[in-house]
Nanobody
Framework: QVQVEESGGGLVQAGDSLRLSCATS??????MAWFRQAPGKEREFVAS????????YYGDSVKGRFTISRDNAKNTLYLQMNSLKPEDTAVYFC??????????????????WGQGTQVTVSS
């Protein structure tokens, strides 16, 4: 059974940093990504990582502040979030798919999702 599990969320102040982790049971996912969803809003693309080259894409609202990376030895995806803003407050989800996808991946293209981790940024 495929497992995807996020951790690392919490309550921080504006300007702080936080690192999210996403542990998976599989080593060979082609593309993995972070999405977020704030109350009353649609799920929003944050960042993605693609196997074979580690190509990454970022949403416009997080470019220059967030960094996605993967430790293949640990089967873990990370999201380093710096200079956090109150508008970054959301539940953050990790997503995975077997095949690689070029470009910003649509939310509907992922078969596996974690349960989400809450990130709250106070002003």
């Amino acid at each position: 059974q495929v497992q995807v599990e996020e951790s690392g969320g919490g309550l921080v102040q504006a300007g702080d940093s936080l690192r999210l982790s996403c542990a998976t049971s599989e080593r060979t996912f082609g593309t993995m990504a972070w999405f977020r969803q704030a109350p009353g809003k649609e799920r929003e693309f944050v960042a993605s990582w693609t196997r074979n080259g580690g190509i990454s894409y970022y949403g416009d609202s997080v470019k220059g502040r967030f960094t996605i990376s993967r430790d293949n030895a640990k089967n873990t995806l990370y999201l380093q979030m710096n200079s956090l803003k109150p508008e970054d407050t959301a539940v953050y989800f990790c997503a995975a798919r077997w095949n690689r996808i070029v470009g910003v991946p649509p939310v509907t293209s992922f078969a596996y999702w974690g349960q989400g981790t809450q990130v709250t940024v106070s002003s």
